[in-house]
């Protein structure tokens, strides 16, 4: 039984020239040497039936690279269809198909390499796809290189002329500026004189109405006085009256004793008053009290009337001046209501004063400032607004003017630079075409063929990175130098680093040495018809190979399954190491 073993394991070695998990590199090592295997470190040599045995005999593993028996091996996953994988020999039969030929496995494994390539083939696919639609736009680039040349001979040819005509905009609008601000100051001064004496004006007819309004005032609240003491008199002698009457009543309604009486009768007789004697001390201080309770009351009504009548004349002088001089604000209302109630709450002997306009507090004044965009002058409806709406149309057109010739100027300096520049066709459309690459400092802006600048993204501050120098390395990189200078170093330079793309973008900027500086691009235009014919016969091949692929794999299976069905057999039987 186990010469049958190892006659059939070495013709399947020798028949198949492939050990499993053996890698390419070293199948020359797993051929048997007189039946013999030695281990790759020259340590031992064993019998080559031993190999794959599911027992380490090498100190080194490599007598198991099929087997999980020793700790440090490494099998190999041919994956013929997909991607070949090492992998530690650990996961070799443990259930788990971790290579997509099924290899690692004993059984249990279908081999799926050939649907594991559809993502790589996919891929392949959109990057071609991609890559066409890049070069048909490249194609509009060179197109249009003709129109972009023609138009920057023109922008040379012109430009000068276009600069000397804004200059003298320029010099007319600045002339026209400085004239009429001269006149427009003149008119300043008048209007701002005019609108004082109208000031000055509405502010002694305010005064002179008030004034009027006050001495009105003051009249009704001097016949209201008058009035309040006449009707105070009239209350005091109304009640006098009556307290006389009361007396009498009271003296009629009064019982009289004896010695009244007969006091009485000695008067008539006699004629003396005086024989009557003395009224009681009782009925004297009652008559009294109750006089002077009575004359009291009269007198205190009457004081309430002249009061009241006061504080309506009060309020109604007030309400004529302020219609006069204007109405106050709510704050003033309100204080306005509460100085009223509490005189009305106060000593009812005492008038009310008659109204007077409270003191300007320091600082106030009645006269507005008629200066130019005062707020508060300009919420006065009475205000007349300066018009100086000429200079500042002027003065825009002269502001509009200086930035255009800035602009001209810059772009002479450009056309200058490009108008002898060669490049290939297609590189027309990046003409004056800028791109930014954002880094967490600094943000690397540049146009081709024209400028290079880093900006520092806290401050905004602006570093020239050098004018536009050309393509080099086969239009694989455009270079900017001469740019501003730089403690012990060049001055500071940037390179772009070019790569095929579907549109312009810039990404991952860098500084490879001091001062000089790099980023990456794509654009249309560094694409190339040998890169797509390139990729094409990538995928040619690809499909070619997985149509030989699969009839190889199916064939390569019926034989694996023979092949595992006697290493099964092999490891089942324990080898020759079961008769030691």
């Known amino acids: 039984m186990l010469a049958t073993m190892i006659v059939a394991s070495t013709a399947q070695a020798a028949a198949s020239n492939v050990i499993r998990g053996a890698q390419p590199d070293q199948i020359d090592k797993y051929q048997p040497v007189n039946g013999k295997f030695t281990c790759f470190d020259g340590s031992k040599t064993i019998d080559f039936n031993l190999v794959n045995d599911n027992f380490c005999d090498c100190p080194d593993s490599s007598d198991e690279p099929g087997t999980s028996a020793c700790p440090n091996g490494v099998f190999y996953c041919r994956n013929k269809g997909h991607e070949p994988r090492l992998l530690a020999t650990s996961f070799v039969d443990d259930g788990v198909c971790d290579c997509c030929d099924g290899t690692d496995e004993l059984s249990g494994c279908k ?29 509009q680039y060179a197109a249009s290189a003709a129109g972009v040349r023609e138009h920057i001979k023109q922008r040379h040819a012109n430009v000068d002329g276009d600069i000397a005509a804004t200059e003298q905009e320029l010099q007319k609008l600045t002339a026209d500026k400085k004239r009429l601000e001269e006149e427009t100051e003149v008119k300043r001064v008048a209007h701002k004189k005019q609108q004082a004496e109208l000031a000055a004006q509405r502010k002694a007819e305010r005064e002179a109405a008030a004034a009027k309004a006050t001495e009105e005032a003051a009249a009704a609240a001097k016949a209201a006085e008058e009035q309040a003491a006449a009707d105070k008199a009239a209350a005091e002698a109304a009640a006098a009256a009556e ?15 004896d010695e009244e009486r007969g006091r009485r009768i000695a008067a008539q007789w006699t004629n003396d008053p005086a024989a009557a004697g003395p009224a009681s001390d009782s009925q004297a201080a009652a008559d009294e009290a ?45 204080e306005s209501d509460d100085a009223d109630s509490a005189a009305a709450a106060g000593d009812e002997d005492e008038p009310p004063l008659p109204y007077e306009e409270p ?89 081709f063929f024209d400028k290079a600048s880093q900006v520092d993204n806290g401050g905004g501050h602006e570093t020239s990175l050098g004018l536009w120098r050309g393509f080099e390395k086969g239009g ?48 249309p235009a560094a694409c190339k018809t040998d890169r797509l014919k390139q990729l094409e016969e990538n995928m040619a091949s690809l499909l070619a190979e997985e ?17 595992l069905a006697v290493l099964r057999a092999k490891i089942e039987g324990g080898g020759a190491h079961d008769e030691l």
């Open 111 to 139: 081999n799926t390499c050939i649907e594991k390539n559809s993502a790589k083939r996919d891929a392949l696919r959109a990057k071609i796809d991609e890559y066409k639609a890049s070069l048909e736009k490249k194609g």
């Open 243 to 257: 307290g006389a009457a009361g007396e009498g009543a009271a003296a009629a309604e009064h019982e009289e004793t």
């Open 359 to 447: 003191a300007p507090e320091d600082g106030d004044t009645d006269e507005p400032d008629w200066s130019m965009n005062n707020d508060s002058v300009n919420a006065d409806p009475d205000y007349d607004p300066f018009d100086d709406s000429e200079l500042k149309k002027v003065s825009e057109d002269a502001s509009a003017a200086e930035r255009k010739l800035t602009e001209l100027r810059t772009e002479k300096e450009r056309v200058a630079r490009q108008v002898d520049l060669t490049f290939n066709d297609a590189w027309a459309g990046l003409m004056n075409k800028c791109l930014e690459a954002r880094m967490p400092q600094f943000t690397y802006k540049f146009c």
């Open 547 to 563: 149509a030989a692929l699969a009839a190889e794999i199916a064939a390569e299976e019926a034989q694996r399954q023979a092949d």
């Open 476 to 523: 694989t990189e455009a270079v900017f130098d001469g740019g501003d200078y730089c403690h012990k170093a060049p001055a500071r330079s940037l390179r772009v680093r070019l790569e095929c793309g579907s549109e312009e973008k810039a990404w991952d900027a860098s500084e490879p040495e001091v001062c000089s500086y790099a980023v990456h691009a794509s654009t």
């Open 290 to 334: 109750a006089s002077q309770q009575q004359q009291q009351a009269v007198t205190d009504e009457a004081a309430k009337d002249g009061a009241s009548y006061l504080s309506r004349v009060y309020s109604k002088a007030k309400e004529s001046v302020q219609k006069i001089i204007g109405s106050p604000t709510n704050a003033d209302s309100a």
